[in-house]
Every structure is written in structure tokens, then in C-alpha cells.
């Protein structure tokens, strides 16, 4: 299991700005896909951005422009900026690696945009 501590949520006004933080455990940090995902209630979890070990990211559509993903290998953290953000951002965001499947999902940190 790779341990996995997500921070920095909160609530913002619409047009504001956040940055989440995931704490990662573990040596392999550096060489894992990460990814930031979301569910709202009565929705799906899906994926919003992932950053690869070389860098490399890629986002869903509805948060491109708005959101960068980043990562500390140092640090084993990997950060989600999120900035103009929207009522329809509001959920709960994680963090997890699709190089460990069987790996739980933490605990979250709640993102609510309302004015």
C-alpha cells in the first residue's frame, strides 16, 4: 500500500484559487504515475489530472487552463493548483497512482466554490 495524505481543500469563492497537496509513503514515489481525481456527491469518481514520472500531464477537458498538477519528488508530494475555480469543482479530491490498482483511496480533502 502506498500511504497517501491529501491536504489543502477548503471553501472559495467562484474565480478563486487553491492548491492541494498529496503526501505520498514510499521509495517508488518518483517512478508512479500520479493523478488528482474528484467525486461530487452521487457521481462517479473520475480522474482530473495525472502527471507521469518524466512530467509529463494531461487533464480532463473540463479543467484545462484552469488546474496544473505538479510533483516534488524530493518531497515524495504532488500538488494540484487549482485557480478560477467553479461551483461545478465542488468534491472531494484524491490522489492515488493507477501503478498500484489495488491501492486504497484516502481520506480526501472537500473543495466547495459557492459564493
Known amino acids: 500500500q502506498v500511504q497517501l495524505v491529501e491536504s489543502g481543500g477548503g471553501l472559495v469563492q467562484p474565480g478563486g484559487s487553491l492548491r492541494l497537496s498529496c503526501a505520498a509513503s514510499g521509495s517508488n514515489f518518483s517512478i508512479y504515475v500520479m493523478g488528482w481525481y474528484r467525486q461530487a456527491p452521487g457521481k462517479q469518481r473520475e480522474l482530473v489530472a495525472a502527471?507521469?514520472?518524466?512530467?509529463?500531464?494531461n487533464y480532463a477537458d473540463s479543467v484545462k487552463g484552469r488546474f496544473t498538477i505538479s510533483r516534488d519528488n524530493a518531497k515524495n508530494t504532488v500538488y494540484l493548483q487549482m485557480n478560477s475555480l467553479k461551483p461545478e469543482d465542488t468534491a472531494v479530491y484524491y490522489c492515488n497512482t493507477p501503478n498500484r490498482p489495488k491501492n486504497s483511496w484516502g481520506q480526501g480533502t472537500q473543495v466547495t466554490v459557492s459564493s
Open positions: 502527471i507521469t514520472s518524466g512530467g509529463g500531464t
